[in-house]
Nanobody, 126 residues
């Protein structure tokens, strides 16, 4: 059974930092494209960042560019999201997503991703 388990969420003041992790287990084949999405209360889920298997490039949503950094450890099947200069509008549930195919265009089309985690809450207070 494929599982994506996020961790690292919590509460932080504006301007602070958090690092999220997502561990993938139960796969007998590698996942190629991985991404982070988030959903704030009352809003649609939006793409935060995506990264291919080799990690040699990254894509970011406009609202997080320059503040967030996505990375992955292939040997540990783990995806990371380093978040800095956090703002209250970053408050949301953050989800890890993965697919066996190459990152598609548009990368933030959530319907394309096959596997999803349960999410981790990030709360930023002003």
């Amino acid at each position: 059974q494929v599982q994506l388990v996020e961790s690292g969420g919590g509460s932080v003041q504006a301007g602070g930092s958090l690092k999220l992790s997502c561990v993938v287990s139960g796969l007998t084949y590698p996942v190629v494209c991985m991404a982070w999405f988030r959903q704030a209360s009352g809003k649609q889920r939006e793409g935060v960042a995506a990264i291919p298997e080799e990690g040699n490039w990254q894509l970011y949503g406009d609202s997080v560019k320059g503040r967030f950094s996505i990375s992955r450890d292939k040997t540990e099947n783990t995806l990371f999201l380093e978040m800095s200069s956090l703002k209250p509008e970053d408050t949301a549930i953050y989800y890890c997503a993965a697919d066996r195919g190459a990152c598609s265009t548009p990368w933030n089309d959530q319907t394309w991703y096959e596997y999803w985690g349960q999410g981790t809450q990030v709360t930023v207070s002003s």
